[in-house]
């Protein structure tokens, strides 16, 4: 089984190949394809002493980048690497593909050119987040492929959130948050009210509305809300964490005593940055396609590309995909159930 | 001109009076009206030395409580503390008025008791953050009080934004910025599309759409968005704030060198805590709604309450409500105008 890696319109396409390198290096059971510009990846991997028979390369001289519309770039750019990657994504050997390209672009190739889970209205970007607690993490779905949703999205989205966090994560029975403006029942917008309702019906571990200032409390595995609080959620957290660490900043350069003191504090100051950094444990899913997708962030080096590529071994292994089909059954089966009692 | 302060159901009533008798000592111009249990402020008050002629105090032994339900408790609890301030506040020798009771029922009390401005849809809580840039701040409206909006809500939640900065913060042309998952101009979902188009239109500082990692950079003013959003960014500002604060700690108690260091940037860890704790500088405004109304957090101590004071005044010195009248006939202007151009 082989993984497919697109080097996309990324910030350090050489990192990305370098990720690869060693991938191969690392596990031995590691098979990919990297789709990008041949002589380039090929310049790379000549650092690298890598098993050439474990993989394989296609050229793709175009890429779509983030100027272009990525619905329109799919369907024309067909030499690009996206394109390329996500057509070899299709074949039976081919477990998953990892791209730190544009988020736009994998969004559109995975949704119109690999295809939707028969009964997702619409997949979703999930970025796993770190929490308070050590070791545990949180998953967003969605942080921003549906910026307009339907309350069946979000109950999907909560279902395969679930599936998620079950099978890469090992949480036997995640606890699922609704993002809201309280945590009282009755709090909520349209859109959230509805979708309370529905979450209760389902056999999950819905444990009801819940704060944002608790999103990284660890209290939760599953934020569940549209595309557009999620990335708004997402990103004030990006900012607040860096605003904080600025300030700090700041503040130790203006006192001698505390430029004095910081210097016995690098390893705590590390430790948080690390932990912030979620980014380079690996990329977020896109969850409610076909296969299995990972998208990296843009500016990923080698480490998170591995990160990126074991996580899609794990999603692989785990059946995630399977395990989305299923939830989606038992959507359907209590939906129906439901409508057959009123 | 006087300002009448409720009481209310918050955690630490005490403060609230003291905060109002320290008001008085500091500013022999203030006047101010108490709204509560009589008995329980003349006891606070007894630890004071207030100059009595300029204090009234309105006995109140009723509280409506953050589990009853604001629209009911505004129209039922006639002898809460919260409706005989608002009472109060209708004469016109009130300028505005405080309360650090529930926030529902401050709305509920200001929009339904008190009345909203002729043209305005729906009246918006604006709370005012820290930036990165010291002296800097950023007013975030919507934060609550709307959780389902319509593109004219927004549209004049931009336009009391500026308003507010201008009269308050003297910022002479306030960059607004619309809360969005991008920057680029065709970002955004339905509704914040529509409030985009909008905003172009009007002779505002609108800088476009802004995404919430940059929302405490200092590059806005007025962030613009529904209340459901705004509320899930302040809230996530706040535990992410905390958050970093948190393992910041855990990560010194771990290491003895760490320890060590914290000795020396006591006065570091306070500016941040300091700036984070924007509640205590004051309160979020109730804008749109015909009198002065600043909600005080729940848990605000005396010099919150008296940052609050202090605020009523400047936006009643500053002429806030004529100013939002005024910005609101803009509005009306330019979509008649553009509608007959149309």
Redesign the interface.
Known sequence: MKIVVDIGACDNPEEVVRGCALSLQEDSSTNLIISGDENFINKVLSEYNVDRNRLEIIDAKEVISNEDVPTVAIRRKTESSLVKAIDALKSDDVMGMVSAGSTGAVLSGGIFRLGRIKGIHRPALAPILPT?IDGKEVCLIDC?AN??CRPEYLVEFAMMGVSYMKTVHGVQNPRVGL?C?GVEDKK???L?KEVFARLKALPINFVGNM???????GDYDVLV?????G??????????????????KT??M??A??K??????K???D??KN??DYQKKGGAPLLGVEKIIVKSHGASNASAIMASINQVKKMYEGNLIQNIKDGIATIAAVEENNDANS
């Open positions: 308070l921003g910026v307009d993002v403006n909520g917008n349209e959230s704060e944002a200032r608790e999103a990284l409390s809300c549209d595309g557009f609080v990335n708004v959620l997402l990103k004030t957290v990006e900012g607040t964490a860096k605003m904080v660490m600025k300030l700090l503040s130790i203006e006192s005593s505390a004095f003191g910081a210097l016995f504090m390893k705590a100051f430790k948080i932990k912030m």
